[in-house]
Nanobody
Framework: QVQFVESGGGLAQPGGSLRLSCAASGFTLTDYAIGWFRQAPGKEREGVACVSSLDLSTYYADSVMGRFTISRDNAKSTVYLQMNSPKAEDPDVYYC???????????????????WGQGTQVTVSS
């Protein structure tokens, strides 16, 4: 069974950094593209980054372009989201997910994604 466990959330300072981790199990990480999403209370879940399985191509939402970096360590079955220079609009619950495609298909609605982790909370404050 496909499962994800996110970790690494917490308090980030403006201008600082935070690295989120997504540990995958139940499948071979190289089989699927993996996306990171975030959701604020009362808002739609937004796809912010994705890394493909075949060519390691990436996608970033405009809101995080140049500040966030997605990467994957297939040996550890883990996908990371490096968050640099967090902003006031970045605090959310962050999730990793897959739609079982090999290439990233973001932007796409969250309901296209089949498997989700439980999420990790990110707060930005000085």
């Amino acid at each position: 069974q496909v499962q994800f466990v996110e970790s690494g959330g917490g308090l980030a300072q403006p201008g600082g950094s935070l690295r989120l981790s997504c540990a995958a199990s139940g499948f071979t990480l190289t089989d699927y593209a993996i996306g990171w999403f975030r959701q604020a209370p009362g808002k739609e879940r937004e796809g912010v980054a994705c890394v493909s399985s075949l060519d390691l191509s990436t996608y970033y939402a405009d809101s995080v372009m140049g500040r966030f970096t997605i990467s994957r360590d297939n040996a550890k079955s883990t996908v990371y989201l490096q968050m640099n220079s967090p902003k006031a609009e970045d605090p959310d619950v962050y999730y990793c997910a897959t739609d079982q495609a090999v290439l990233c298909r973001l932007p796409a609605p969250s309901y296209d994604y089949d498997y989700w982790g439980q999420g990790t909370q990110v707060t930005v404050s000085s």
